[in-house]
């Protein structure tokens, strides 16, 4: 509420360094700060009387209000980070806490929420992720610095390179690096997958034909290699390459050219070849599915890419960085995932990697609608049914009332994905009440 002119907390509020602003049961503005007119550029006069949306425009105004949840469930929200947009339109991430204010007889007067401009230590986030980040590929771990180490020096080099790794480990990514970073990096990069055609279109895509060499071939047409004439050609699946391509590979590897299908006259391929594969190329040599001499030509400078399971240090940079992503992309307000969906992000295994990563977090943007990605927006794989602990009682056991009223905590969390607030109005209980029940589940082994 509006506080009398000459009470000094009117004084105080306005000498905070953080925006605060009061609503009456109606939503209209009682009080502006001085900070919360610098944040938002609004002046407090042109504030007062208005509604709080018309105000303080933020990600959540549309949707799920902090200060309407504070007053209508009466409990609080502390620290939950949101958009707000400035009159000017630009848009500014703060963080809010909000709560309901009541007379003394406990007559409801509205709600108060206070925000703080996270706007530099955005900026200082984006700069030490930015230090993570080589080329396009984002990282910090011991296995990627070390592949940072000598990326620069292979891709000078005019020898051709064998990527290795696990399928989702990023592959086409470090390609486009070497490309980037190496002499070539104002030629074209042409990316081929070797895996994705039969034989007989994968050798007109690689080398070209001429007019008449098969049924349709009405015109000339040039293969891949001629597409990266001066730049980079990327064989992603080299291990799928049919044996009778494989022969042609090699002719390109070892002297530097090819036919056309139909053509009788030879080229010159002036490209870098940098391969790609998540078989075992040695394997199949033994096996007689690659040939021992091709496999050679290419495994002159080898890259292992590690999976994501060998590199766990990089999943939060990650999915930062998936997080910027798709918030551009799909134009919602998400600021990041909390703390226990990093927890789960950390235990999980990954077998598709940066891959099944990025795509998770585009799941969960289906499901957010702003603010923090909890749990409850990751895909149910990702949420496998907890298993009971040793000393917890199985669904079907007696249960004391404490046991009870554990499990009716733990259960409201889980289905309202996490949300404490949303919990404690499901349950109608506070919020210290649902913190020790939560605490007391974890005690007994029922978390």
């Keep these: ?127 030490m992720e930015a230090s993570y980040t080589f080329e396009d590929i984002v990282g910090k771990s011991p296995a990627l610095e070390r592949l940072f180490a000598i990326l620069p020096q292979v891709a000078a080099s005019p020898s051709t390179v064998l990527l290795t790794g696990e399928s989702g480990t990023g592959k086409e990514l470090f390609a486009r690096a070497l490309h980037n970073l190496s002499p070539r990096k104002d030629g074209p990069f042409v990316a081929v997958n070797c895996g994705a055609l039969p034989e007989t279109l994968l050798e007109s895509e690689l080398f070209g034909y001429k007019a008449g060499a098969f049924t349709d071939a009405r015109h000339d047409k040039p293969g891949r290699f001629d597409a990266a004439a001066g730049g980079t050609l990327f064989l992603d699946e080299i291990g799928d390459m049919p044996p009778a391509l494989q022969v042609k590979l090699l002719r390109v590897l070892q002297d530097g050219t090819y036919q056309p299908l139909g053509d009788t006259a030879t080229r010159r391929a002036d490209v870098r070849v940098v391969a790609a594969t998540n078989q075992d190329l040695e394997g199949l040599v033994a096996a007689g599915r690659f040939r021992s001499d091709l496999y050679y030509r290419l495994d002159v ?125 499901e349950l109608a209980i506070s919020k210290d009440t649902l913190r020790r029940l939560l605490h007391r589940a974890q005690e007994l082994g029922l978390k």
């Design 1 to 127: 509420m509006p506080f009398p002119k000459g009470l000094p907390a009117e004084a105080i509020l306005d000498s905070l360094a953080d925006g605060v602003f009061t609503v009456d049961p109606q939503w209209n503005v009682t009080f502006f700060n001085r900070a919360a007119a610098r944040i938002t550029g609004i002046e407090p006069a042109e504030a007062l009387g208005r509604k709080c949306w018309e105000v303080f425009r933020s990600s959540l105004c549309d949707g799920d209000c902090a200060l309407r949840a504070c007053i209508r469930g009466g409990g609080t929200v502390v620290d939950q980070p949101i958009f707000i947009v400035r009159a000017d339109g630009e848009r500014v991430p703060v963080s809010i806490s909000a709560a309901p204010l009541a007379a003394a007889d406990g007559t409801p007067l509205g709600g108060v929420e206070t925000f703080r401009d996270l706007t530099e230590i955005h900026l200082l986030r984006k700069a």
């Design 301 to 425: 400078a080898r890259l292992r890419l590690p999976p994501l399971r060998e590199r766990r240090e990089d999943i939060p940079l990650l999915t930062a960085h998936f997080v910027r992503k798709f918030a551009a992309l799909r134009g919602k307000a998400i600021q990041g995932v909390d703390r226990q969906t990093l927890a789960v992000l950390l235990r999980h295994p990954f077998p598709g990697n940066v891959r099944e990563l990025e795509n998770v977090i585009e799941f969960a943007f289906i499901l957010c609608p702003g603010g923090l990605i909890q749990p409850g927006h990751l895909p149910e794989t990702l949420r496998p049914e907890p298993q009971p602990a040793p000393g917890a009682c199985a669904p079907d056991a007696p249960q004391t009332m404490e046991q009870a009223k554990c499990l009716a905590a733990l259960g409201a969390m889980e289905r309202n994905a996490g949300r404490t607030m949303a919990a404690c109005r």
